[in-house]
């Protein structure tokens, strides 16, 4: 697939001005959460709600790291998302939840990320399970099972 990089906006979600632009944040399907520099997150005020919560690395390490709340800002999109506390050594990464907040996918051919279009959403309607499975709206006779 290969990989490439994403520049979003980082805003506090309390006080909006208080926001910073990342200009480089490897995007990865792979890791769950999106990983931001825990001093850049702490220069625009985002708490640490969940702390000492563990994480597996791609190299199968696991570290103890913090998370917050924060608004994440990638060109018209935008979402609210938890963002991990990277510390030194860990790589900023755009994770699949925050993707998905954004309703962004990835053209790996092309390395870019394009909107994944209408969301998925339930219907009010209920489907009768028999006339889903027997669109005539007959029922077969007791015993038979159907091929």
């Avoid at 001005?17 to 995007?27: E, G």
């Avoid at 990865?28 to 220069?43: A, F, I, M």
């Avoid at 994480?55 to 991990?84: P, Y």
């Avoid at 053209?107 to 889903?132: I, N, V």
Wanted: aromatic fraction near 4%.
């Amino acid at each position: 697939m290969g990989t490439f990089y994403a520049k979003c906006r980082i805003e506090n979600p309390v006080d909006r001005a208080r926001s910073v632009v990342i200009p480089k944040l490897l995007v990865d399907t792979g890791s769950g959460c999106t990983w931001v520099s825990g001093r850049t997150l702490e220069k625009i005020g985002i708490q640490r709600e969940k702390k000492d919560l563990t994480f597996v690395l791609a190299n199968g390490q696991q570290v103890t790291r913090s998370v917050g709340f924060s608004i994440i800002r990638l060109d018209k999109s935008f979402t609210i998302d938890e963002v991990v506390f990277a510390e030194p050594g860990d790589l900023p990464l755009l994770g699949a939840r925050t993707l998905k907040g954004l309703n962004l996918t990835v053209d790996p051919r092309r390395k870019r990320l394009l909107a994944a279009g209408p969301l998925p959403a339930a219907s009010r309607t209920r489907l009768r399970l028999t006339s889903a499975l027997h669109p005539a709206g007959r029922r077969p006779p007791a015993g038979e099972r159907r091929r």
